[in-house]
């Protein structure tokens, strides 16, 4: 079992729409959570962080996370095609190591 | 705040000579840095670690002696890729963290690197 994974997508959501994007990881000791945004040909850029069970909420952005279902998401109101790129999760492990999924990548049809 | 800066952005060598990465935190110090590779469509692989002042921890299967990594300061790392083979192509991507938020990564523009 990988330690972190996602579904690769591609994610297809029309503009205006809930895109939900979903990550599961295998140690159960994690306690650190984040999201990132890869633009094609660029870096990642932070979007949310989530440390506790339940809802984050910034901006459009969600994160939702249950730790005894090992699982994290994010959720993305009033889908722009602007957020149309490869969304990250990334967990800390409980060696304080980060490991990356492999990504989702989300298309917001306008 | 949390801005991480590469040079360069694009490098173009020829195989067999060396290349140079510099990252640097411009507006915070940074207690680790990271180093991430990208080939196409594929995620990001962590390289190394380097804390500053000690020595990179690589992750398996990254030779140390073909990827040097110097942590001089807390603003900045450096990698050379040595000897660099047309199989090294590819997007390297730096990374930092503040003291005050250890877990929260900040990423650098990254670096393209062919290798012809």
């Known amino acids: 079992?990988?330690?972190?994974?996602?579904?690769?997508?591609p994610l297809s959501v029309p503009e205006g729409a809930i895109a939900s994007l979903n990550c599961t990881y295998s140690d159960r000791v994690?306690?650190?959570?984040?999201?990132?945004?890869?633009y094609s040909g660029k870096s990642p850029e932070l979007i949310m962080s989530i440390y506790s069970n339940g809802d984050k909420e910034d901006g459009r952005f969600t994160a939702q996370l249950n730790k005894a279902s090992q699982y994290v998401s994010l959720l993305i109101r009033d889908s722009q095609p602007s957020d149309s790129a490869t969304y990250l999760c990334a967990v800390i492990l409980g060696n304080n190591d980060m490991r990356f999924g492999a990504g989702t990548r989300l298309t917001v049809k306008p | 705040g949390a801005v991480v800066s590469q040079h360069p952005s694009r490098v173009i060598?020829?195989?067999?000579?060396?290349?140079?990465?510099?990252?640097?935190?411009?507006?915070f110090q940074a207690t680790t840095m990271f180093w991430y590779r990208q080939f196409p469509k594929q995620s990001l692989m962590l390289m190394a670690t380097s804390n500053e002042g000690s020595k990179a921890t690589y992750e398996q299967g990254v030779e140390k002696d073909k990827f040097l990594i110097n942590h001089a300061s807390l603003t900045l790392s450096t990698l050379t890729v040595t000897s660099a083979h047309p199989e090294d192509s590819s997007f390297y991507i730096c990374s930092a963290?503040?003291?005050?938020?250890?877990?929260?990564?900040?990423?650098?523009?990254?670096?393209?690197?062919?290798?012809?």
């Open chain 1, 30 to 38: 994690s306690q650190s959570f984040f999201w990132y945004r890869q």
């Open chain 2, 13 to 27: 060598c020829k195989s067999g000579t060396s290349v140079k990465i510099e990252c640097r935190s411009l507006d």
């Open chain 2, 97 to 116: 963290t503040r003291t005050s938020a250890i877990y929260e990564q900040y990423f650098g523009p990254g670096t393209r690197l062919t290798v012809t």
């Open chain 1, 1 to 9: 079992q990988k330690e972190v994974e996602q579904n690769s997508g």
